[in-house]
T-cell receptor, first 114, second 114 residues
Framework: DTEVTQTPKHLVMGMTNKKSLKCEQH?????MYWYKQKAKKPPELMFV???????INESVPSRFSPECPNSSLLNLHLHALQPEDSALYLC?????????????FGPGTRLLVL | DAKTTQPPSMDCAEGRAANLPCNHS???????VYWYRQIHSQGPQYIIH???NNETNEMASLIITEDRKSSTLILPHATLRDTAVYYC???????????????FGEGTQLTVNP
């Protein structure tokens, strides 16, 4: 089983709202990732968590706040977003951060900021 | 990570083999070649990866040239459901540098025609 689940599937929010995206995996993976994908563009890495600790932040604005409460769960808290933040947000996980360990992706949350 | 070059689009007839090329002429000895695909609006799906040897699994075959400067992903009997964007990605093996990252290029849009 290589399933990564993400909720919600779709989210519409205003620029003053606070919302959260959730990602879950039960494969025992200890590395989890957030990627952002704008329309007609490839995914871009945002954050990497390794053993529940943030190890990479790709200079993401502070209005995006990741959280890894346990080894199975990854959240992305959203606050005061801009319309240009509208995108598909993808979560991925891998056994660990080594390059030979495959990253498995969830279906994504499609976010629209009004 | 080494840069990859892929044709922006390819067509293939249903039932025929689809051969997707990827150029990675600056690849170094410890870098893996990964292939993912993304069907419209879904999360990227892992296909296959390799270091030096050719690899085969239930989805595809990966042929890496002896000098490792290029590779070809082969879908032996393409179906309409194989229509997707295919990404060739090179990943460094060193975890503490960029091994965590999947740096996606623009990929190849493969269209399988009936």
């Amino acid at each position: 089983d290589t399933e990564v689940t993400q909720t919600p599937k779709h989210l519409v929010m205003g620029m003053t709202n606070k919302k959260s995206l959730k990602c879950e995996q039960h494969m025992g993976h200890r590395a989890m990732y957030w990627y952002k994908q704008k329309a007609k563009k490839p995914p871009e890495l945002m954050f990497v968590y390794s053993y529940e600790k943030l190890s990479i932040n790709e200079s993401v604005p502070s209005r995006f706040s990741p959280e890894c409460p346990n080894s199975s769960l990854l959240n992305l808290h959203l606050h005061a977003l801009q319309p240009e933040d509208s995108a598909l947000y993808l979560c991925a996980s891998s056994q660990d951060r080594q390059a030979r360990k495959t990253q498995y992706f969830g279906p994504g949350t499609r976010l629209l900021v009004l | 990570d080494a840069k990859t070059t892929q044709p922006p689009s390819m067509d293939c007839a249903e039932g025929r083999a689809a051969n997707l090329p990827c150029n990675h002429s600056t690849i170094s000895g410890n870098e893996y070649v990964y292939w993912y695909r993304q069907i419209h609006s879904q999360g990227p799906q892992y296909i296959i990866h390799g270091l030096k040897n050719n690899e085969t699994n239930e989805m595809a075959s990966l042929i890496i040239t002896e000098d490792r400067k290029s590779s070809t992903l082969i879908l032996p009997h393409a179906t309409l459901r194989d229509t997707a964007v295919y990404y060739c990605i090179v990943r460094a093996a060193r975890e503490e540098t960029s091994g965590s990252r999947l740096t996606f290029g623009e990929g190849t849009q493969l269209t399988v025609n009936p």
